[in-house]
């Protein structure tokens, strides 16, 4: 189970977030989705720092995996509600959305160095 479990971890800290965000740069309503992942990763890794529940990855990997995720995807889901605002500037909804797409290749590369 954690030969999976690793993989997935990874995918889910490093790629599922931003790829949400991502399709919400495409006037994809996502928002919710997006929003129902990072708490459900804030709940799972809540539950398995608990119950020292790593993964396969010694407990600081994991760790810090699991902050990647919550950092990314609560960033993520601020740059999702400014670019729903239509008070935003557009320079900044341009910004963060240029952002929000580096942070998504960067996701990209670390996921296949790591496991590709």
Same mark, same amino acid.
Not at 3 to 12: M, Q, R, S, Y
Not at 91 to 104: G, K, P
């Given at each position: 189970?954690?030969?999976?479990?690793?993989?997935?971890?990874?995918?889910?800290?490093?790629?599922?977030?931003?790829?949400?965000?991502?399709?919400?740069?495409?006037?994809?309503?996502?928002?919710?989705?997006?929003?129902?992942?990072?708490?459900?990763?804030?709940?799972? $890794?809540?539950?398995?720092?608990?119950?020292?529940?790593?993964?396969?990855?010694?407990? @600081?990997?994991? +760790?810090?995996?699991?902050?990647?995720? +919550?950092?990314?995807?609560? $960033?993520?889901?601020?740059?999702?509600?400014? *670019? @729903?605002?239509?008070?935003?500037? *557009?320079?900044? *909804?341009?910004?963060?959305?240029?952002?929000?797409?580096?942070?998504?290749? *960067?996701?990209?590369?670390?996921?296949?160095?790591?496991?590709?």
């Amino acid at each position: 189970m954690d030969d999976l479990a690793t993989p997935l971890v990874g995918f889910a800290s490093l790629l599922l977030l931003p790829a949400l965000a991502v399709a919400a740069l495409l006037k994809q309503k996502v928002t919710p989705w997006l929003q129902a992942a990072v708490f459900l990763w804030l709940l799972g $890794g809540v539950w398995a720092l608990s119950s020292n529940w790593s993964a396969g990855y010694t407990p @600081e990997r994991f +760790l810090r995996l699991w902050l990647t995720g +919550l950092v990314l995807g609560g $960033g993520l889901l601020l740059v999702a509600h400014l *670019r @729903e605002k239509r008070r935003t500037w *557009r320079w900044i *909804r341009l910004a963060m959305a240029l952002a929000t797409i580096a942070v998504f290749v *960067r996701a990209l590369q670390a996921w296949l160095q790591t496991y590709g």
